[in-house]
């Protein structure tokens, strides 16, 4: 017997659950891949955010700065084109410069609204820009009209250049500062992008990295107990029941290898229990064969040397009987009687269960059989008893079988004798045999038309020297129909009392097929499908 495996401690890590183990690497992949998530949208958003500055604010603020430049100059045109040619229609593009300047001043302010510096050169261009209309460009209008002489306005024109200059000057110190910023925004956009893409290749390094970390902590964890646990399943699977399963893993790993572990151990002890049982049942063959020998050699002495003293006995109380009967009187002859009767008896006993104790053990030939041959000769050997009650013989066609001739024989002359000998007082007997197929077998009823028999007794018909009449009113040892049991049950087949069956006695039973299919088989069909035929 193998005791319980005493299993090695278990480390703490290998006390979680694989199930928790999964859960734990899930919940750190979910983890990280929430981290990266948010230092991505961080890293995005600042790009984003620089990219949106530069594209949104200082390019638009510097093509702002331009059309302001346009919108003055257009200003500054108008103001000579009137003072040259005293025509107001050259005003017109003053007074358009003149909106379009303040609309664009605020715009540009909305747009530098984070950059001090610029705003600061913005309200410079603006202030100039108010300066020169107010110094110049609006007294030299209001000169020309009131004088309209083209000199004045000339010399008006020149000495309003050097202050327009100034503007222009301006405008171009804020455009600088605006290429400056525009330079610092670029800079500041090309170091995010290389930022974003030094953080997404990490990103991917790092979840490349913990991926393969995660699997080779699965594989030293899970997957490599689960590979020496299969290994050593397949191991005690293949026979050696000796190799103990060592627990490692996780815990749930673990309690289903000490379940293996415990069922190897049953399988072993099992296996040990088959041995002896093995060993006593081959035991037990050999007192069989010691036992049928010692059968056998009772059969010989029975069949020789038991009867040889009982025919010597009958005879000679037979004899008695003959010489002395005339000095003898009733009590004693009768006594004689019985001697001699009680003898014969003895003799038949023994001769059926000789008979009885041959099948399958001397009468054990195996061969196709034609069951109309072994039938007509059951026949011929009840000739006497047939025409003595005048019996009448029912059967179809019957089939060939593998079997013994001499068993067979035996089984249809016991059912057709019981037939004819339990015969009904007021009528003849007749006898009906029917063959159909169940289950791949030959199925054959044997019924009569006698007294019947009681369905309480069906069990009891079969069991050996078991009679239900009495010797005075039956003949016979009460060993046919065990016989017609123990040939049946050898052939493979069943044999039953049919108990619906009221009219007499039907007996039912089963034979092999042959492999080939009998051209002469009568009818086929289940038990209701039996169909009797008169040969």
């Not at 190799?243 to 379940?259: I, S, Y």
Request: net charge neutral.
């Amino acid at each position: 017997m193998i005791g319980t495996a005493e299993y090695p401690r278990i480390r703490r890590w290998d006390r979680w659950s694989t199930s928790r183990w999964f859960a734990s690497v899930l919940i750190m992949m979910v983890v990280v891949v929430l981290a990266a998530t948010a230092v991505g949208a961080v890293v995005l958003s600042r790009t984003a955010s620089v990219s949106n500055r530069l594209s949104d604010r200082i390019s638009p603020a510097r093509t702002a700065v331009v059309e302001l430049t346009a919108a003055l100059v257009d200003q500054e045109t108008g103001v000579r084109g009137f003072l040259l040619s005293g025509d107001e229609r050259f005003l017109e593009p003053y007074a358009r410069g003149l909106v379009g300047e303040r609309t664009l001043l605020a715009r540009i302010r909305q747009l530098l609204a984070d950059e001090p510096v610029a705003l600061a050169d913005l309200d410079r261009v603006e202030q100039q820009a108010r300066d020169w209309r107010g110094t110049v460009a609006d007294p030299s209008i209001e000169t020309r009209r009131r004088s309209g002489d083209p000199a004045a306005a000339v010399e008006a024109v020149l000495s309003g250049k050097a202050a327009f200059d100034a503007v222009r000057a301006r405008i171009s110190t804020l455009d600088g500062h605006l290429a400056g910023i525009r330079d610092r925004a670029r800079a500041d956009l090309d170091a995010a992008r290389r930022l974003r893409d030094a953080v997404f290749l990490g990103m991917a390094g790092f979840l490349l990295l913990l991926i393969c970390v995660l699997a080779v902590l699965l594989r030293l964890v899970v997957l490599r107990p689960l590979d020496r646990l299969s290994v050593g399943v397949r191991r005690v699977a293949g026979g050696d029941f000796d190799h103990r399963l060592a627990v490692r893993g996780p815990a749930d790993l673990a309690r289903l290898t000490g379940d293996v572990e415990t069922m190897r151990q049953r399988i072993v002890e099992a296996y040990l229990a088959s041995q002896r049982a093995r060993a006593a049942l081959e035991q037990q063959q050999l007192e069989l064969h010691r036992s049928n020998a010692d059968l056998e050699q009772f059969a010989y002495v029975a069949s020789h040397d038991l009867q040889e003293p009982l025919r010597k006995v009958a005879s000679f109380c037979q004899m008695l009987q003959r010489r002395y009967s005339d000095q003898l009187d009733d009590r004693a002859r009768q006594y004689i009687a019985f001697a001699v009767d009680g003898a014969t008896r003895m003799q038949r006993l023994i001769t059926d269960l000789l008979t009885f104790s041959r099948i399958g053990r001397v009468y054990d030939d195996s061969r196709s059989v034609d069951l109309d041959e072994v039938a007509g000769q059951a026949e011929a050997n009840l000739a006497g008893a047939i025409t003595d009650r005048r019996a009448r013989i029912e059967r179809p066609p019957l089939p060939t079988v593998p079997g013994d001739v001499t068993l067979l024989t035996m089984l249809w002359q016991n059912l057709i004798s019981n037939a004819i000998k339990f015969r009904h007082p007021d009528r003849d007997p007749v006898v009906r045999v029917a063959v159909g197929e169940a289950g791949g077998m030959w199925q054959f009823s044997v019924e009569d038309n006698g007294i019947g028999i009681d369905p309480k007794y069906a069990d009891k018909i079969f069991v050996i020297f078991q009679r239900l009449h009495s010797r005075e009113t039956y003949t016979g040892t009460g060993i046919g129909l065990a016989i017609c049991k123990k040939v049946v049950e050898f052939h493979g087949g069943t044999i039953r009392l049919d108990d619906t069956y009221r009219d007499g006695a039907r007996f039912v039973f089963t034979l092999p097929r042959t492999p080939a299919v009998d051209a002469t088989a009568g009818t086929t069909g289940t038990d209701a499908e039996l169909a009797p035929a008169t040969r």
